[in-house]
């Protein structure tokens, strides 16, 4: 076996195919040191949980722990390879400072306590409230990374039992704008595309989603497709030179902020050149005129304007997918963290559906999800979304899940729209919200405006639950911690963008007192005594796959229908993709083949919203605009960003990941190859703004808005002028204070603003106004990877992180050029 540096190649050696070829197999394993697979006693199917892809993968065992990874060569997202998070991230796991019992806070501090004092602490909390307040008094926030079990267990609990409507999830951070641009224009949730869109595509558009850093293996299989005969065309929209853009055929680089204005400019080009499949548009659309009219106010010289692009490059994207054949488009968190983000998203679908690109092999759209099982949250209802893709504002769909559920209809809030998490936050601040139970997710590092956020979870009136398998940084603030089980040491099943469910199976056994959280609601749900209307226990389930049985007859009927899955089925080989039912025994590759849309009035998920506003439309307003269940094709204008740069604020800067990274770094801080390839933050930026600020590589600098400050080093990057980056990945649970900034602060977040899109309530972490300065010579380059987007222009190029000398046995099934070996 052939060993390979997978921090300095994420993507690994190319393995070139043509259109229409099935992609061929690679198989990727990393065992620990001294290891071969001959010394494996068990191999665990399970798949990935450190991006959203969803790669299918076993777990190693000896001895009872884990000692490594395999991809699986069977499974369709993947075929056997992983990416740098899949091959290191599993070492988290046996990390010596999971937490490993509960804890409780006496006289200001966190003490071990027992499940039992700690489940009572929180369970007498609970019905405290409910006896002084109500359910309203409770909020729930949970992760994107638990199992699909667990998500419609806590969704029956939060929602059918307790009765709040205060649930969301931190995928309102990375992908809430995902599904409320598939709702405004397909009226329900649900990615039209497939993974295998890529084996078909002659045009690729990538629309802020820097796919190489964030879905490694997927963009893996856009490299074997450019390494093959017949290539496809790249069109990039990111103001960074990523991989994605050095690999384009057209990369548009806009000002932050201004995704709406390009995407009618683009818009306006290809309506006037007559790319419009105007058959398909008749037929199963609705809201092409509004279009038309609306894009003609954006000629290509005035979007040129208001974007800094040339009009040569917006003119030649137009160009690429107006003659598209086969077009398959992707969108991410340069257009979801943005200004106008559901707006900018729906531009996209528009392009799809005038053009006619949906439901055929290699036409396809891809809202990406942000974290691996954020698809769960949106379908079971941890997100506050009624289960099963039900409409909030449907009074049937309310019955018929009462019904699932054999509880009074009342009993479920839908008097408004589910509050989102920004919402709940003002709720806590505000004292109306007074308990708070976090689940596996860090919101004292991930949401914006830090300062702001940690006074408002330090609140002694706030009673602060906080489910984790580390003392994070929000965990440090809790009245009560729970330990909790994570991948690879319980059972379930999650579902990635292209909508392929795969089955986890649990590998070992969890840490010290450690409890999986289905465990865990379970047992809330018990201790507080909620029944249904007959009386009996309203979670009827103990073990994962009686819950997921229970989640099928919740799904029967409805668009993400699970009926025909068993964990049987899932058992031994690749994914499914739902729907699978009677009608589709075997999944479903594509959704809205020949024009079919679950838009109806009677059975769509949502009825839109303002775009500008975010007003729900009512279901009147909805049936008289869409009576034939068609696409939506939903217009809109641009508009400034809120926060604009100024004097003082001379710069936009905008945050994001990095390959070797996810979220707060909880896990992939505590590889080590991957913390050594990304070890500290750092600020980028231009060379013409490097120049003009006196910086150089490596210089340390202050990066400044008008919430706070971040000192790091600096790397001269790609990055398009006038724009800082910073990589939103760096907390403080590994520097000497632990649980926030001494005097220097380190999270991106701490500059953020306190602003959310009116569509989704997605909050806005790029187009802040800030300022730079330098502070001082660095000792050396900046701590930033050199592989990726953060990679330094000419004439900046410190030596490369990361290299074999770092890693274990790492082997592939393919050859690997002796220089990386």
């Known amino acids: 076996m052939a060993r390979s540096d997978r921090i300095a190649e994420p993507w690994g050696t190319r393995t070139p195919y043509a259109p229409g070829e099935p992609w061929p197999t690679r198989v990727d394993t990393f065992l620990d040191e001294g290891l071969t697979e001959a010394d494996v006693d068990e191999w665990v199917q399970s798949a990935t949980i450190l991006h959203s892809n969803g790669d299918g993968l076993d777990i190693a065992v000896k001895d009872g722990r884990i000692v490594g990874v395999r991809g699986r060569a069977v499974d369709r997202v993947n075929h056997g390879r992983l990416g740098p998070k899949d091959l290191y991230g599993w070492q988290a796991n046996s990390s010596p400072d999971r937490l490993t019992h509960p804890l409780v806070r006496k006289d200001g501090e966190l003490v071990r306590a027992t499940w039992e004092e700690a489940m009572g602490r929180v369970v007498g909390r609970t019905r405290e409230l409910l006896d002084e307040q109500g359910a309203s008094a409770i909020g729930f926030y949970t992760t994107g990374q638990l199992f699909l079990e667990e998500y419609y267990t806590l969704g029956i609990v939060a929602h059918g039992g307790l009765g709040t409507n205060h649930v969301d999830g931190n995928t309102r951070l990375c992908t809430a704008t995902a599904a409320a641009a598939l709702k405004e224009s397909f009226a329900c949730d649900g990615q039209p595309g497939s993974y295998t869109d890529v084996d078909h595509a002659d045009v690729i558009c990538l629309f802020g989603h820097n796919m190489a850093e964030t879905q490694t293996v997927l963009w893996t299989r856009v490299l074997d497709r450019l390494a093959g005969p017949n290539p496809p065309q790249i069109v990039c929209v990111d103001p960074r030179e990523t991989p994605v853009a050095r690999a384009a055929t057209v990369h548009l680089a806009p000002r932050p902020g201004t995704n709406v204005a390009l995407m009618n400019g683009l818009l306006h080009l290809v309506i006037a050149d007559d790319h419009v499949d105007h058959a398909y548009v008749d037929a199963h659309a609705v ?10 106010d954006y000629p290509p010289e005035k979007v040129a304007e208001i974007c800094d692009v040339p009009v040569e490059r917006l003119r030649e994207a137009a160009r690429v997918i107006g003659s598209a054949e086969r077009l398959l488009s ?35 759209i891809l809202q990406m999800n942000g974290q691996p099982t954020a698809q769960n949250t949106r379908e079971a209802g941890a997100d506050g979304d009624l289960p099963g893709f039900r409409n909030w504002s449907n009074d049937a769909h309310v019955e018929d899940l009462a019904r699932v559920w054999n509880v009074d209809p009342m009993r479920i809030p839908h008097y408004s729209p589910p509050t989102h998490v920004m919402q709940m936050i003002r709720y806590v601040e505000d004292g109306s919200i007074r308990m708070l139970w976090v689940q596996g997710t860090n919101p004292a590092v991930s949401l914006p405006e830090l300062d702001r956020i940690r006074s408002v979870l330090s609140q002694e009136r706030l009673f602060l639950v906080v489910q984790d398998i580390f003392l994070s940084e929000t965990a440090q603030l809790a009245d009560v911690v729970l330990p909790a089980a994570t991948w690879g040491e319980k059972t379930g099943t999650f579902t990635n963008v292209d909508r392929t469910v795969h089955l986890s199976l649990k590998a070992v056994e969890p840490p010290g007192e450690a409890r999986p959280d289905l465990d865990i609601f379970v047992d809330f749900a018990h201790r507080l005594g909620l029944q249904d209307k007959d009386g009996q226990p309203l979670v009827k389930w103990s073990t994962p796959e009686e819950a997921f049985e229970a989640w099928k007859e919740c799904s029967r009927g409805r668009p993400c229908d699970y009926t025909g899955i068993t964990y049987d089925r ?15 025994p075997d999944g479903t590759e594509r959704l809205y083949v020949d024009g079919k849309f679950w838009s109806a009035p009677g059975y769509c998920e949502s009825y839109g919203r303002d775009l500008v506003t975010g007003a729900p439309l009512e279901p009147t307003e909805y049936k008289a605009m869409n009576p034939d269940a068609k696409a939506v094709i939903k217009a809109a204008g641009y508009l400034p960003p809120h926060e604009p740069p100024s004097e003082e604020f001379p710069l936009q800067l905008i945050t994001g990941r990095t390959v070797y990274q996810f979220h707060t770094r909880t896990k992939t801080g505590r590889a080590p190859q991957l913390q050594a390839a990304a070890p500290e933050v750092w600020i980028e930026v231009s060379a013409e703004d490097a120049e003009r600020h006196g910086l150089a590589e490596g210089d340390v600098a202050e990066v400044r808005t008008r919430r706070g400050s971040v000192v790091a080093q600096v790397r001269v990057s790609g990055v398009r002028r006038g724009v800082v980056f910073l990589p939103f990945h760096y907390g403080y649970w590994d520097t000497p204070g632990g649980s926030g900034p001494d005097d220097v602060g380190r999270a991106a977040n701490e500059l953020t603003l306190t602003d959310w899109d009116p569509a989704s ?28 987007a953060s990679a330094p222009v000419t ?27």
């Open 761 to 788: 309530k997605q909050p806005i972490f790029k187009t802040a106004a800030a300022s730079l300065r330098r502070v001082g010579p660095g000792d050396g380059p900046a701590p930033a990877p050199t592989t990726t």
């Open 330 to 364: 992707t969108v991410l968190q340069g257009f979801y963290q943005s200004h106008q983000a559901t707006a900018a998203a729906v531009q996209v679908n528009n392009l799809h559906i005038v053009r006619g690109m949906l439901g055929r092999p290699g036409c396809g």
């Open 570 to 584: 899932l058992r031994g080989g690749s994914g499914i993709q739902w729907p699978c039912n009677d009608e589709n």
């Open 795 to 821: 004439g900046h190029v410190p030596p490369t992180r990361g290299g074999p000398d770092a890693l274990a046995e790492e082997s592939f099934d393919v050859p690997v050029p002796e220089e990386v070996r």
């Open 287 to 296: 809201g092409f005129e509004e279009l038309r009219e609306r894009v003609a």
